[in-house]
């Protein structure tokens, strides 16, 4: 059964940092492009930053360019977005997604909250 449960997520305040955390069971996690979308209210969901474990590239939405950082750790098969300078328009619930290589399917997780207030 394939689980990716998001974490991390919390209230912040402007040019604070958080980092939300996805373990993946289930996959092959060298074998999945990771990454992390987000959906303001009223808005569509977003791509925020991709990376293929199998290619090893990241791709990044210009929003958060510079700011926001995306990894992966295979030892503990478990993705990271690392935020940094957060501001009150990244405010959102962040999903991590996986998409599995050469299979023509994804995964979501559940969604964090994160929100970015003084």
């Known amino acids: 059964q394939v689980q990716l449960v998001e974490s991390g997520g919390g209230l912040v305040q402007p040019g604070g940092s958080l980092r939300l955390s996805c373990p993946v069971s289930g996959l092959t996690f060298s074998r999945i492009v990771m990454s992390w979308w987000r959906q303001a209210p009223g808005k569509e969901r977003e791509l925020v930053a991709r990376i293929s474990n199998l290619r090893g590239g990241t791709q990044y939405a210009d929003s958060v360019k510079g700011r926001f950082t995306i990894s992966g750790d295979y030892a503990k098969n478990t993705m990271y977005l690392q935020m940094n300078s957060l501001k009150p328009e990244d405010t959102a619930v962040y999903y991590c997604?996986?998409?599995?290589?050469?299979?023509?399917?994804?995964?979501w997780g559940q969604g964090t909250q994160v929100t970015v207030s003084s």
């Open positions: 997604k996986a998409d599995r290589i050469g299979a023509g399917d994804d995964y």
